[in-house]
């Protein structure tokens, strides 16, 4: 008889469990990775080493081979998935630096705190690079846990091509734990995924997102021991196998808490690969150009999801869609209210589930870079490229041993490309097709009128400003970081 109420007891604790399970919103983990190229994964044909636990993700879940990063550079792109927003809007260009006076204002909305407001755990566990500030620091912006580096890890004096940069600070929430070394870099892979584990293991009764947004593979590369000469394709295709075993680990604490058909996994990256850096650079496949364009190769970005169940498996989408869009779509998912202020992506939940017919809600995507420049819009698979300057890698030069080479300034005309027809945009088409280029040229002046543009000095009537630090918190962060002063510029 003991034996039998022991079983009955059993078996009702875990339909309760199974039963709450279902009624709770889903979690939700993001895995950002740093100038990873859309060729650096599996399924999309790396080459020289292996990544089996992002491949699990393709079987068991969805491949995206046209996802796009808002802006193809750090600060920026980060700021478009946490916002919801093309940066520019909120007042965020390019890549912020150690000391910057801004940062993501407080009176945005981001991605924890719509979680937050429905109850949610938050944990972030990698580089923030909005901000270093306590203000901008992410436990005071949506965040209940959070462990990394604030800014890029090239940004220390130890990189060879870093200038007047400050020892790079670890952070555990708003505490500043120490300098990092070179050691704390090469193990940041394994603390981040070991925290992130936890993390999970901590929250399994409750809802949860958790963003790990790892530093690598960003120059320098770092690798800890047990990855290190892993792999046929130098340290870079250690790093990625080490990346690749971090999403092992969390799939793997998915699975074991019994959360697989409850939890909703997205790996992504922010820009594409610095391609300057040669060997130490990932690669962009068939797509041109890379990180600090807009061309394909700098925004087109490697995309997987997972969700047994909701996700559908084993399948390929190939209509565009963008970062900014998982704001909305998160938000809807779990019920919560968007923010009071605009924002620019739009639900897309049709397209990650598969919807058939399925189509994206924009009508355009705009492809802003540097302060404030309209360098392309895009409706659907046509791509109208505007006026401007861009840097690209000479023919035959290759950087090495994580030293670059310089690149070339070019130029571009007015140009139209035909991204199903030619992916990798060689052939410019807008001499054919005039109307089309009329019809995006709507877009870009819908673009200038919204959010500005420098090229052709418009100014935007939507755009809001970033963070800003008074003189006095500006001046306290300069001697936190410069306690001698800060070092001059060089003069050319």
């Not at 407001?117 to 203000?135: Q, R, V």
């Not at 704390?184 to 399994?204: E, G, H, P, S, Y």
Request: glycine fraction near 10%; hydrophobic fraction near 35%.
């Amino acid at each position: 008889m003991t034996k039998f109420f022991t079983l009955l007891i059993a078996a009702v604790a875990a339909f309760v469990l199974d039963t709450s399970a279902e009624d709770r919103p889903p979690n939700v983990v993001i895995i950002f990775t740093d100038d990873q190229g859309f060729g650096d994964i599996g399924p999309n044909g790396a080459v020289g080493y292996e990544t089996p636990n992002i491949d699990r993700m393709a079987k068991e879940g969805r491949l995206f081979t046209q996802w796009y990063a808002s802006q193809p550079v750090c600060s920026a792109s980060r700021t478009g998935l946490l916002t919801g927003c093309y940066s520019n809007r909120v007042g965020i260009n390019g890549a912020l630096g150690p000391g910057s006076r801004i940062g993501i204002n407080p009176e945005e909305t981001l991605l924890p705190e719509v979680f937050k407001s429905k109850g949610y755990a938050t944990g972030m566990f990698g580089k923030w690079h909005l901000g270093d500030h306590e203000k901008f620091l992410p436990t005071n912006n949506g965040f209940d846990e959070y462990f990394g580096i604030p800014y890029s890890n090239d940004m220390w004096p130890q990189h060879p091509t870093s200038k007047n940069f400050p020892p790079l600070p670890l952070f555990e929430g708003t505490k500043r734990l120490r300098s990092a070394d070179e050691h704390d870099q090469k193990m940041m892979t394994t603390w981040l995924t070991t925290k992130a584990v936890d993390f999970i293991n901590r929250n399994r009764t409750n809802p949860f997102f958790l963003y790990v947004p790892h530093p690598q593979p960003h120059v320098p590369l770092f690798v800890s021991d047990r990855f290190a000469g892993t792999t046929e394709n130098g340290i870079y295709g250690d790093v990625i196998a080490e990346i690749d075993w971090s999403v092992g680990e969390i799939l793997n604490a998915i699975t074991t808490n019994g959360l697989d058909e409850n939890t909703l996994v997205i790996f992504t990256s922010d820009n594409g690969p610095w391609l300057s850096y040669g060997t130490h650079a990932g690669s962009s496949g068939e797509f041109r150009e890379g990180k600090g364009t807009v061309w394909e190769g700098g925004v087109r970005e490697p995309c997987v999801m997972r969700w047994p169940g909701k996700i559908p498996a084993g399948t390929v989408c190939k209509t565009p869609a963008m970062n900014i869009d998982l704001l909305p779509t998160l938000a809807n998912l779990i019920d919560a209210d968007l923010p009071e202020r605009k924002i620019d992506g739009k639900d897309i939940w049709p397209i990650l589930a598969g919807e058939e017919g399925a189509e994206n809600p924009h009508d355009a995507y705009w492809f802003y870079f540097r302060s404030n420049e309209l360098q392309a819009v895009q409706s659907d698979n046509w791509k109208l490229i505007l006026p401007h300057g861009y840097r690209s890698v000479p023919e035959g030069l290759e950087g090495d041993n994580g030293l670059p080479v310089r690149y070339d300034n070019i130029k571009s005309g007015l140009e139209l490309y035909h991204l199903a027809l030619d992916p990798s945009e060689t052939t410019d088409v807008a001499k054919d097709y005039p109307e089309k280029v009329a019809e995006l040229m709507k877009h870009a002046e819908a673009a200038r009128a919204e959010l500005g543009d420098k090229l052709t000095k418009s100014e935007g009537s939507g755009v809001r400003p970033a963070g800003m630090l008074t003189d006095e918190e500006y001046a306290a962060l300069d001697k936190i970081h410069w306690p001698n002063g800060r070092p001059q510029k060089a003069k050319k």
